[in-house]
């Protein structure tokens, strides 16, 4: 592919960092006197404010200025992405913006070619930016990598002809299971440059849910690790991939990354070494892809046991991600951005990978949990990397909170200019600390709704331009519609409580489920019709159009941000053969927003050995992974039924929450809540 094409669009420097950063200073250094009493005082204060309108010397500087934009992309919203799609390089223009002539399968910048890696790396090493860092990584021990733009390129492109060699082609899937160090983003990548699908799976997935993952997918190849570090421990990789992944038939060959150093076995013929073929491989150039050639998989729960394949493709995805992540991160060609998530969800793949490296800018990557090897480990990053733009979850704002300031007030965090919030609602509280501690009342906070559905941030506020109101995610992005609705009657509220619907197809949408478009349309088109994206979550808006997230109303569980079925941890539960039924329902948590509270019953008795205890948890950790771990298992001889037999986990919840348990006689025995309701509080 050669440099022609539209003009790329990187973002500008910023104008006024010396100015800005003077007054950040003198904030930071009341910062770092910060204590629990004052802290606390000062969120007093504050939880009265309603509206937080963005510094001034944010505003003055900002990527979005203009506060028509939203009016203007609404007159003509495809016109709006096919303009934020032309500052991508394509090797063939597109003939059409949106295909919506069968639709819910709609199709984007039709007839375009693109191609993902050309767009994140090539591009930027044409145009001279070759030597700037991609990633400044992060080990867990202190170790660091700079990897630049140029080295990223040749990384890439060489695995990519390491691919190719072993047989991948465009469409083929490839697994990829590895914690957070850069070869993923390599991986990623390469399959991009050729045309293959990725389906990542989080790295703190057990082995058992990647081989699902792999044999639903199809997956030909998969690239892992010999082992991963948590915490200060090496865990073995490669041999509980080879304990659960043996018998897949699809499953061809297997690349490992030499991350630890443990002696793993290799299988002859099969298994290869991410280093040697990488070596070995002659660099393979970007293959121009169909607009709509799948990107890949991103496996995400549903309301059933089996996971949903959401899938995404190429030229809408790309035009998504790195216009939103422009607009809302307010990029600037200097700024150090760091997301803490990891790239096994949505927000690693469109907010770690495919957004800022479109947009050219530097980020830090950290490989390890918040909390090692210290609890100030990330402002500890933000110091010395100069971070600017931060982005993480309300689960970890909240455990910041509670670990306390002191852990924050040592370090220098006037550097920062943004923070961005993801994955649950967060809650005032929490919002006003982020604001306060980390922010030093300086920096716009984003709070970002959106789904690994809708590939790229659809509701936030634009930070140059819109006061934030804690606890509500803003209003939608320029380019979208977003509707509450009615769940009775379908029709638009324009105040008040609904379900949240998109009633116009956006660029990064998913285009359907992996090998099940049945599925697709009855998940997420039946309930509004075929051309209203059914969201799955309750919301409120109010009378300034701003959307103040609920919650989901389906069986999905959100733990710490992370997406979990019900139906997947019970049937995980229900594997155990001394357990004869299982519900599970989540309960409202001050840290992880919900815990997992599973109630059981037993063949034979309601008092398990702690034996079954242990093994009901080492199931879930192995068939799912530990974060599905419930908090709490009650045993129970009976669970609450209706009379045609369905578990009325509303009363599960209710009890888990000690609230009045209401009407209770649709129960085909009304009884069996009083039960559990003793054994609940009795602590059993
Ligand atoms: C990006 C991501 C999606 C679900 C979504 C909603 C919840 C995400 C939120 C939020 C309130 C926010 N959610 N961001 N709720 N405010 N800012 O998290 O994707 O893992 O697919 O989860 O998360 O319930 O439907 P995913």
């Not at 704002?397 to 370090?411: N, S, T």
């Not at 995610?473 to 619907?501: F, H, I, S």
């Amino acid at each position: 592919m050669g440099p022609s094409g539209p003009e790329q669009r990187l973002p500008r420097r910023s104008r006024s960092g010396g100015e800005w950063r003077s007054t950040c200073e003198m904030t930071t250094q009341n910062a770092r006197e910060l204590t629990e009493e004052s802290v606390e005082a000062r969120l007093a204060e504050l939880l009265g404010q309603e509206r937080f309108t963005p510094p001034a010397e944010f505003s003055d500087d900002a990527e979005i200025s203009d506060p028509q934009l939203r009016a203007r992309a609404a007159a003509d919203p495809v016109a709006y992405w096919a303009e934020q799609a032309s500052g991508l390089r394509w090797s063939t223009p597109w003939e059409r913006v949106l295909d919506d002539d069968d639709a819910p399968f709609f199709r984007w910048f039709e007839g375009g070619r693109i191609n993902v890696s050309d767009n994140c790396l090539d591009r930027h090493v044409e145009a001279g930016l070759g030597d700037r860092v991609a990633y400044h990584w992060h080990g867990e021990e202190g170790e660091t990598r700079d990897i630049t733009y140029a080295e990223l390129l040749d990384r890439t492109a060489r695995f990519a002809g390491a691919l190719k060699e072993l047989g991948v082609g465009q469409g083929d899937v490839v697994g990829i299971y590895l914690p957070m160090i850069p070869e993923v983003v390599v991986a990623m990548l390469a399959c991009t440059r050729i045309g293959a699908v990725h389906n990542v799976v989080f790295g703190g997935f057990s082995a058992g849910s990647v081989a699902e993952r792999m044999e639903v997918s199809g997956a030909k190849v998969l690239v892992t690790t010999d082992g991963a570090r948590r915490k200060g421990k090496t865990a073995p990789v490669k041999p509980e991939v080879d304990r659960t992944m043996g018998q897949l038939a699809p499953l061809e060959k297997i690349v490992v990354v030499r991350n630890t150093g443990i002696d793993v076995p290799m299988t002859e013929g099969r298994d290869v070494w991410f280093d040697e073929v990488v070596a070995a491989a002659e660099p393979a150039a970007p293959e121009p892809m169909d607009a709509e050639a799948p990107l890949f998989i991103l496996y995400s729960s549903g309301s059933t046991a089996k996971p949903k394949g959401i899938q995404h493709t190429t030229g809408g995805y790309l035009t998504g991600v790195s216009t939103t992540h422009r607009q809302v991160f307010d990029l600037k060609a200097d700024d150090v951005y760091f997301c803490s998530a990891d790239v096994g969800w949505i927000t690693g793949h469109s907010y770690i990978v495919y957004g800022p490296l479109a947009n050219g800018v530097t980020s830090v990557m950290y490989e390890g949990a918040p909390d090692y090897p210290h609890k100030g480990i990330w402002w500890q990053l933000i110091e010395q990397r100069k971070v600017t733009k931060f982005y993480t979850a309300p689960t970890a704002i909240r455990a910041c909170m509670k670990w306390g300031v002191e852990h924050v007030a040592p370090h220098d965090l006037s550097s920062l200019k943004l923070l961005g919030s993801v994955g649950e609602p967060i809650n005032p509280k929490a919002w006003l600390w982020y604001w306060h501690v980390i922010g030093g009342e300086n920096c716009p906070v984003v709070d970002t709704w959106w789904q690994t559905e809708t590939g790229a941030i659809v509701i936030t506020t634009l930070p140059g331009i819109d006061a934030a109101k804690p606890g509500s995610a803003g209003t939608p992005l320029p380019g979208y519609e977003v509707q509450v609705l009615d769940p009775e009657t379908g029709e638009q509220v324009t105040e008040g409580e609904g379900l949240l619907a998109i009633p116009r197809p956006w660029p990064s949408m998913l285009r359907t489920l992996y090998q099940d478009p049945d599925r697709y349309r009855s998940t997420y088109w039946n309930r509004f019709g075929e051309s209203t994206y059914f969201v799955g979550d309750s919301a409120r808006i109010d009378g300034d159009g701003y959307i103040w997230v609920i919650g989901r109303v389906d069986d999905v569980i959100n733990v710490s941000g992370h997406r979990l079925s019900t139906a997947e941890v019970e049937s995980a539960i229900v594997a155990h053969p001394q357990v004869a039924e299982s519900a599970v329902v989540a309960k409202a948590d001050d840290l992880t927003g919900q815990a997992i509270v599973a109630y059981v019953t037993l063949q034979g008795g309601t008092d398990p050995s702690d034996a079954v205890v242990a093994e009901i948890n080492a199931a879930v950790a192995d068939r799912i992974g530990k974060l599905a771990r419930p908090k709490r298992i009650v045993f129970t001889q009976d669970l609450p039924k209706t009379r045609s037999g369905k578990i009325m986990r509303r009363l599960l919840r209710d009890i888990a929450e000690g609230r009045d348990l209401g009407d209770t006689t649709t129960l085909a025995d009304p009884t069996v809540v009083d039960t559990l309701k003793d054994r609940w509080d009795a602590g059993a």
